[in-house]
C-alpha cells in the first residue's frame, strides 16, 4: 500500500544508457592514436629465436633511418626481404647510407645460433661501406627468467 | 505557384553525423589490424673504421674469448695465466679490471663457429658494467 507510492519505485532521472554521443569522439582518439603509431613493414618477419640481453635499450634514431639486415643460421643475409651474398652488403647498404645522410642505423637480426664468423664478416662489410652505427638487435632478457635457470 | 517554390525539400542537405561512427571505427580497425609495432631493442655499438688499427699496450687488454661451447676465457693483458668463467661473470670481471685501470679495452674474440648468442651475452655483460671500449673480434687460431 504505502510501498507502491513509496520512493522505491520512482525512477531516477539519470539516463541508464551509456551517451552514445561520444563514441565517435573515443573512436576518433582511438584512430588518431593507431594513425600515428603506425608503421608499415618494409620487410615480412622472420621466424628467428632472438638472442637476449639484459642491456638491451632502444633504438635512438628515427623508424626511416633503421636499416635491417637478417642473418639467418645459414649464413643467408636479406636486406628489404631479398637475399644477398655476403660480399655484396657494402654495395647495398653504402646508397642507403649516403640516402639517409650518414644517420644510418644497422640493426642486425640474427638468431641466436648462428655461427659468429657469419656476424663478424658482416660486421665487416658494414666498415667498409661506412656504416658504423650497429645495433644488435636483442629480446630484453627478464630477471624471472634468469632466476628460474 | 509560390506556394510550390517556397515548399522546402525533404532531404537534409547536411552530412549525416550518425554514421560518422560508423566510418571511424572501420578506419580504426584498418590501423589496428595493420599496426605493427616496430621491435627495435639491441646493444648498440659504433664499429671502427675500416683500416683504423690502433696499437693498444697489452696492460690495457682485456682479452676475453668465447668458445663454440660457451665457457669464457679471460686473459690479463701481459699475464699468461687464463681463467674460466662463464659469460655473466664477465661483468664483475671488468668493473673489477676497469676499477684498477682505467683505460682498459676488452677485446671479445669469438671462435668463428661459437653461436651468435654467446657473444651477446659477453657483450650484454660488458655493456651492464658500463664498458665503452670494446672490440669485437675472431678469433685467430
Not at chain 1, 636499416?67 to 645459414?74: F, S
Not at chain 2, 661451447?69 to 670481471?93: H, S, Y
Request: proline share 4%.
Amino acid at each position: 500500500m504505502g510501498l507502491k507510492s513509496g520512493g522505491l519505485q520512482r525512477k531516477s532521472k539519470a539516463s541508464q544508457e551509456i551517451p552514445s554521443s561520444s563514441m565517435a569522439d573515443i573512436a576518433f582518439l582511438l584512430l588518431i592514436f593507431f594513425m600515428v603509431s603506425t608503421v608499415f613493414q618494409k620487410d615480412k618477419k622472420r621466424e628467428i629465436l632472438w638472442p637476449e640481453a639484459e642491456a638491451s635499450e632502444k633504438i635512438d634514431a628515427k623508424q626511416k633511418e633503421i636499416l635491417n639486415i637478417w642473418v639467418e643460421p645459414n649464413g643467408d643475409v636479406y636486406i628489404n626481404d631479398l637475399l644477398w651474398e655476403m660480399e655484396e652488403v657494402r654495395s647495398v647498404v653504402r646508397p642507403l647510407y649516403v640516402e639517409t645522410q650518414a644517420a644510418l642505423v644497422v640493426s642486425i637480426r640474427s638468431d641466436q645460433n648462428v655461427p659468429y664468423f657469419h656476424v663478424d664478416l658482416l660486421q665487416k662489410e658494414l666498415q667498409a661501406a661506412g656504416a658504423l652505427r650497429v645495433v644488435f638487435a636483442t629480446e630484453l632478457e627478464q630477471d624471472l627468467i634468469m632466476e628460474r635457470r | 505557384m509560390a506556394v510550390l517554390g517556397s515548399k522546402k525539400s525533404k532531404v537534409s542537405d547536411e552530412i549525416p553525423s550518425s554514421s560518422m561512427a560508423d566510418i571511424a571505427f572501420l578506419l580504426l580497425i584498418f590501423f589496428l589490424v595493420t599496426t605493427t609495432f616496430p621491435k627495435d631493442k639491441g646493444l648498440a655499438i659504433v664499429l671502427p673504421e675500416q683500416a683504423q688499427e690502433q696499437e693498444v699496450p697489452q696492460k690495457n687488454v682485456l682479452h676475453v674469448i668465447i668458445n663454440p661451447t660457451g665457457t669464457v676465457i679471460i686473459k690479463r693483458g701481459e699475464q699468461q695465466q687464463e681463467q674460466q668463467v662463464r659469460p655473466n661473470d664477465v661483468e664483475a670481471i671488468w668493473r673489477q679490471g676497469f676499477a684498477e685501470n682505467e683505460n682498459l679495452i676488452a677485446a671479445v674474440k669469438t671462435h668463428r663457429d661459437a653461436p651468435y648468442r654467446f657473444m651477446v651475452d659477453v657483450l650484454d655483460a660488458l655493456q651492464t658494467a658500463g664498458a665503452r671500449k670494446i672490440s669485437l673480434q675472431l678469433l685467430e687460431e
